[in-house]
């Protein structure tokens, strides 16, 4: 190591250029090799010893015995003397301060010399270090550092302010010289010049201080975003694009780019045929929209979006990540930016991304995009047609969460668009796995998306059940507990599983087989909301459907509680209706309405009630004055479900009598007018059960009666010649078919409490509701005996018609035509 | 400008008009509240169209899926700022209206007392293409400084 030693016989003031052979005069330095500088100046070290002691306070150097200067400043590297360590008192130290003879001290001395620079040097400089060199510690208390060592953090600091200074000397000159140089050239007319100047721009652009500086210049941004504009030249806009790009990682650079209308340019140049041009384009744009506020309203309004979409074509995966960010940054809550996608056709080529590919970031982030897209009601039915579902589904297994995720919220939200799909089988299968996932949010999406194919679509209900979708939905509403958010879903996609379809009759078996009926009464106490409530009504009105479970419903207290939850709801209407100034009570409480509430579990009750251990127990809950006082609703649905049970009830004498005692006759009559089928051919039947005693004139005029209101539309059709309207195959033995209570109609893609369907980025609550067909099924048959007097005027309700299924059946639903395309819109103009 | 395609960059000579929103009386002429208890303005015209409507079938065969004035009322504050039947709506106080669907087009009207529009009307000339300029554009690019100009830069 070279020595250094001060000036010892100038006098004068310090200078760090001064005298001194060893000390380099860095500012004739070369530009480049910044980092030999600054090693050759770490090595024009200090060397022997400063004077300065452990224990001690630092001395000046005036201890030293030579006659040198000194400063007062203690900056290690000027307090350099080599002196003979004297003996000090070491008022902290143990050492005994005799017994040292001056031989010994100058041997401790030299190698302590010996080490220093090394010590010093290991302080200051560690990254020049050899390794493994050991140096041998000087500190003699543990407690009490050295003064190189407490010195060390200070000098780093130091080094550190010096090194970025000799950096920064040469680019601020650079800045403050070249830039506004640089600047000229750029807006020159000839392009020659344009591009060497771009060139050097960009070559200056690598480097940190440089870069700063030209950040800090907007006329140079300003520059370069028109020189990118203007020119023909490629190399003169890739070297632009790539300046821009290198500042975009920087906020100050953002900013600037934006303040100078690099936007537009930037989205210009996704045109580009050149990739490096397009690479550094996408980038930069990736950044602004990242970090650069108001960069998301200027690439929308460049037109952006529809480049992007266009880029989408294009196959490296890195790229194509980056691109499908932007799109999902730019769609996120904006409709416009998502039709616009939708327009250009983004669904097409999003979809066929999650087919191709399998580099995992890109996945994701085009998943993102899709789910983005898919609570667009328009952007929907593209991506479900392109198919979207399978698609998505093929990732349902990745082991990236964070890809199942997104892909399950997406095929969620899409859930109530692809009833008609096709080749679902995967998926539903895919889908009941996903139910035994340990991630309740998986579970939660899983049931979710079940519920919505399940719904209306007998070929989905069938696969379900034949991949045991029942067993699987059993437990996960066993394993959930009262989280509603996973049994709601789960509750629904078993109701609508088990009817109208060919296996309904084993799923409702399969529900009380895998143990589901106990959870499920206990599913209608607290602290169930209403919608769940609704849901488990219904599922156990088609559970009812199965012989085999009235006893067990009963035994499990279904009965007592679905009357008490109905007693609540009706109580609630009553209020409504008058406190409201029309008389109608309709009130929506967590999303249900009360009505819906007393229709479901009158409904349930109906179909409970053909067992007659139930009709004993229903009749001792004094449930028949309640069913006739519902007979004067003015809502039909639940004047067809009262009529239903108290046709039902009507099958024992005790309960016809206990139900004429309660005055329905009159009701029952009036019903008889009804505009709606089913309300009243159940109020004929009623009214016929109760008339079982009656004498013969009183059957003859209600006989006439009924054929009268019966067929007042077909006045010259004799009743007995013909299938009276809206009868089909009355008077055979029909097998107990499926009960057709159409499956909950549904409202996408928002939740509802009706159908349950799912959608993030969406508000809760719907405006308007497709009312229940009124053409429900009617079972007026009833098990376990019951003797009617053939009326020979009328359909053969007597003991031959066992279950006779009034099966309306096969209505198409009546959904209005919702198609989220553009072109089935009509045209209308607004007032304003 | 026929037919310009939704979400494309557009370039025009427009007309800026200034409507102020008339408050609706009843027959007796005490103002009108609507449901939020909030005072309702009259603008006085009619506007179709929209990206999500499909204008091939508008009795007045719109060539776009842009937001025309369908008809004005007499007399009202459309007339009175000089709006025209068949206009169509650019922007309303720095609303894009190029690509907007029906609904937020009615949104975005009724929720100020003033609108600021700019209006494309047929026999505008259109705009001589020249050199690309430098794209200086104010500082904050959400707000539409230039709305008073009949230069209007739409993209």
Known sequence: MSTYQMNQSDGGPRSMSGGGQNYMDLSNMPLENKQEQTMMWQQNQYMGDSGIHPGATTQAPSISSKGGHHDDIEEPQSNMETSHMQMFDWPDQQYPQQGYTQEQIDDVNQQLNQTRSQRVRAAMFPETLDEGVPIPSTQ???????????????????????????????????????????????????????????????????????????????????????????????????????TLHNLSHHRQGLLVIFKSGGIPALVKLLSSPVESVLFYAITTLHNLLLHQEGSKMAVRLAGGLQKMVALLQRNNVKFLAITTDCLQILAYGNQESKL??????????????????????????????????????SNKPAVVEAGGMQALAMHLGHQSQRLVQNCLWTIRNLSDAATKCDNMEGILQMLVQLLSSNDLNVVTCAAGILSNLTCNNQRNKVIVC???????????????GDREDITEPAVCALRHLTSRHPEAEMAQSAVRLHYGLPVLVKLLHPPSRWPLIKAVVGLIRNLALCPANHAPLREHGALPRIVHLLIRAHQDTQRRASISSNGQGSGYVDGVRMEEIVEGTVGALHILAREAHNRAVIRGLNGIPLFVQLLYSPVENIQRVAAGVLCELAADKEGAELIEQEGATAPLTELLHSRNEGVATYAAAVLFRMSEDKPQDYKKRLSVELTGSLFRDNQNMPWSDVQPPGFEDVGHMMPPADDSYRDQMYQPPLHDSQGSMHSNDMNRGYEHQIPIDSMQGLDIGSQGGSQYGGMENLPDLGPNAQSGDLNFENLESSLPQQSGNNQGMPWFDTDL | MTGHTAGDPLECYSIPLVLEKEPEVDGMGNPVSGPDGKQKYKCGFRIGGGIDQDNTKSPQGYPDKGVYVTYIHEGGPAERCGLQIHDKILQVNGHDFTVVTHRKAVEYIQRKPTLNMLVYRKGVPAIAKSEPQPQFQSYSQDNYAMQYQPNARLS
């Open chain 1, 466 to 480: 034949q991949v045991n979708g029942i067993e699987a939905l059993v437990r996960t509403i066993l394993q959930a």
């Open chain 1, 140 to 242: 003699v208390h543990p407690d009490q550092p050295t003064a190189v060592q407490r010195l060390a953090e200070p000098s780093q600091m130091l080094k550190h302010a010096v090194v970025n200074l000799i950096n920064y000397q040469d680019d601020a000159d650079l800045a403050t010289r070249a830039i506004p140089e640089l600047t000229k050239l750029l807006n020159d007319e000839d392009q020659v010049v344009v591009g060497q100047a771009a060139m050097m721009v960009h070559q200056l652009s690598k480097k940190e201080a440089s870069r700063h500086a030209i950040m800090n210049s907007p006329q140079m941004v300003a520059a370069l975003v028109k020189a990118m504009n203007n020119t023909s030249d490629l190399e003169t806009t890739r070297c632009a694009a790539g």
């Open chain 1, 340 to 377: 616009i996608v939708l327009a250009s056709g983004g669904p097409g080529e999003l979809v066929r991304i999650m087919r191709s590919y399998t580099y995992e970031k890109l996945l994701w982030t085009t998943s993102r995009v899709l789910k983005v897209l898919s609570v667009c009601s």
